[in-house]
T-cell receptor
């Protein structure tokens, strides 16, 4: 079975540019999570959705970050404008059993902002 | 609020050594407990879990026992291999049912031949 699919796997962009990260959760999973991982701050939960509805976005660092889930099979995380401090690996994860269930992670999108 | 504390790394061991990574938690009631592993360049994946006190989770030679009296869920393996080199995360799922998994900060393990 296909796991969580993220794209792009790697993105290099210049400061000020818009970045869009994409995620396709596992079919049938009803919760989706976006995480950010850096050496300095570790793994941070940015936002999560249940049944396509955003539940908590208190982890989103700034208004430059936004996330959408227009349907059960697709979500985006957008950064506009991007800054060098946004450089990180961004993970998407999905869960079959709601927001407290076992998480299945994608392989991540490594973002470098120059 | 609920929290997980795990030993800081990095941990460096020789092949075939015994591994223990400590994890303690603070939570209301009896949460479910998890260990996730992240291999280099990959996302986290579930290694093992335990859903009630005294349960033992096991997988790939790793074990962890849910100890409610010490609020702990220590990860152990009797003989590590180079391929076990990874970052290990302890996590809990609150019984309230309205918050996501709470992760520890992760412990990096390096196994040398």
């Amino acid at each position: 079975d296909a796991g969580v699919i993220q794209s792009p796997r790697h993105e290099v962009t210049e400061m000020g540019q818009e970045v869009t990260l994409r995620c396709k959760p596992i079919s049938g999973h009803n919760s989706l999570f976006w995480y950010r991982q850096t050496m300095m701050r570790g793994l941070e939960l940015l936002i999560y959705f249940n049944n396509n509805v955003p539940i908590d976005d208190s982890g989103m660092p700034e208004d430059r970050f936004s996330a959408k889930m227009p349907n059960a099979s697709f979500s985006t995380l957008k950064i506009q404008p991007s800054e060098p401090r946004d450089s990180a690996v961004y993970f998407c994860a999905s869960s079959l059993a709601g927001i407290t269930g076992e998480l299945f992670f994608g392989e991540g999108s490594r973002l470098t902002v120059l | 609020g609920d929290s997980v504390t795990q030993m800081e790394g990095p941990v460096t061991l020789s092949e075939e050594a015994f591994l223990t990574i400590n994890c303690t938690y603070t939570a209301t009631g009896y949460p479910s407990l998890f260990w996730y592993v992240q291999y280099p360049g990959e996302g986290l994946q579930l290694l093992l879990k335990a859903t009630k006190a005294d349960d033992k989770g096991s997988n790939k030679g790793f074990e962890a026992t849910y100890r409610k009296e010490t609020t702990s869920f220590h990860l152990e393996k009797g003989s590590v291999q180079v391929s076990d080199s990874a970052v290990y995360f302890c996590a809990l799922s609150a019984i309230s049912g309205n918050t996501p998994l709470v992760f520890g900060k992760g412990t990096r393990l390096s196994v040398i031949a």
